[in-house]
């Protein structure tokens, strides 16, 4: 198979016709499983591996390309940059990103990471005045935080935190925040993490952003964890500036991301770091990140075919049901809490757990320990929620049921 260079013909022909759960992209149900689509990734198997919410690994057919890719740029180094990749390439890739996110090439600009996106998006500010308040949660992602953080202190703003309940509901987490906006009425600017990193917990984004909208109120997203691992476009949130990567439930290489700003509101982000080598009216002049990673950059759009390949509402479904499939077994032992409900819309692949009488951040960090050294789990620690540390649990695509039963078996012999 030819690398990127030499497919883009064929590329800006498919990208109009690729969308996020499109019918045009269909699979049988029967795909996702142990034999279909778990058999694309090459997993090692000296551990039950469940902390993918980390980042994604590449399917198969992903890294081959990423391979040929690297062998491509490394032959043909600056001539291919600054003939097409930079005059063709890259426009049709930025063709088919747009496409699978439902929205337009001009609204989306590549970067690194979420992280990155989000920082130019948030530091880049331009509305915020003294006096004004910005609002974060106790829940959101620690360096968006910090740039939340900076922003205020920069412009002489307030800072607030919501804290989300627990245990977190539809209406309550809504309520949260609406009582919140109403008792600060000079935020200016919302933070709303669309699934949290440190529970799993899935935000009414839309619903939220409705009420801050009434009240005057901008809202930056983090779909971080969200995209490619629910069903929904942008969109569909409601949010006019949104930060993403692609290197988690995307499955495309490490370093990769974009940032959203719907049309009509560029001129409400500041050009980063005085970027001249775009025009203002470009939304790429707000990321200034220098050299990306082209070869990642140039697989984008086997990550985005691959993982087209079956419905995101069939990806997700599939994802919710190993989750459920572990919940569920241990949701109602005495001492163990499940942080993230089970409501219809309010969990994905994430989900967190405690011991009852283990809530200390170290003391979670000591159980992951003992899930990696005596059971073969590796799992990762989270601290922020407002009863305490916990252990994250995120299977993936490549995940089996009889992982997830020596999961359940380690829970219950740990809680007993």
């Known amino acids: 198979m030819q690398p990127f260079a030499y497919r883009r013909r064929k590329l800006l022909r498919t990208a109009a016709g690729l969308t996020l759960g499109s019918g045009a992209m269909t699979a049988p149900a029967a795909a996702i499983d142990d034999a279909g689509l778990g058999a694309s990734y090459d997993v090692a198997g000296d551990i039950v591996n469940l902390e993918n919410g980390y980042y994604g690994i590449m399917a198969r057919p992903v890294l081959d390309d990423y391979k040929r890719n690297l062998d491509y740029l490394n032959r043909h180094n600056s001539h291919y940059l600054r003939t097409r990749f930079d ?12 496409t699978h996110a439902g929205v337009a090439p001009g ?59 627990e245990p977190a509901t539809r209406q309550n987490v809504i309520d949260a925040y609406a009582d919140a ?25 839309a619903e939220i952003a409705r009420i801050a909208r009434a009240r005057g109120v901008d809202v930056v997203a983090d779909i971080a964890q969200s995209f490619g691992q629910l069903d929904f476009r942008i969109p569909d949130l409601g949010v006019d500036f949104v930060g993403a990567n692609l290197h988690k439930w995307i499955g495309a290489p490490l370093g990769l991301g974009f940032l959203y700003i719907r049309d009509g509101r560029l001129q409400d982000i500041d050009i980063d770091c005085g970027n001249t080598e775009h025009p203002p009216a470009d939304i790429r002049a707000r990321v200034n990140a220098g050299t990306l990673n082209v070869a ?20 997700a479904a599939h994802l919710r049901s190993l989750r459920d499939y572990w919940v569920t077994r241990v949701r109602e032992l005495p001492r163990v809490d499940v ?45 922020g929620p407002v009863g305490g540390g916990c252990i994250r649990v995120t299977p993936s695509y490549f995940t089996t049921t009889t992982q997830l039963d020596r999961l359940v078996a380690a829970i219950r012999a740990l809680a007993t």
Request: net charge positive.
């Open 339 to 383: 942080l993230t409900p089970d409501d219809a819309g309010m969990a994905g692949a994430l989900t967190s757990f405690r011991l009852k009488d283990k809530t200390s951040f170290e003391d979670n960090v000591a159980l992951a320990r003992t899930l990696l050294d005596r059971y073969g789990i590796f799992t990762v620690a989270r601290e």
């Open 87 to 98: 005059r063709e390439d890259l426009a049709a890739i930025r063709a088919q990103l747009a």
């Open 181 to 205: 906006l109403q008792r600060h009425p000079r935020t200016r600017l919302l933070l709303l993490t669309h699934v949290n990193h440190r529970t799993g917990l899935v935000l009414p984004v």
């Open 107 to 165: 609204e989306i600009a590549i970067t690194r990471s979420a992280v990155e996106a989000l920082q130019n998006l948030i530091l880049n500010y331009r509305l915020l005045k003294q006096g004004d308040t910005v609002m974060i949660c106790n829940l959101d992602y620690g360096t968006v935080m910090d740039a939340m953080r900076a922003l205020a202190k920069h412009r002489g703003a307030g800072l607030v935190s919501v804290t989300i309940p």
């Open 296 to 315: 990642a950059v140039m697989t984008i759009p086997k990550a985005l075919s691959f993982h087209a390949r079956i419905p995101l509402a069939a990806r």
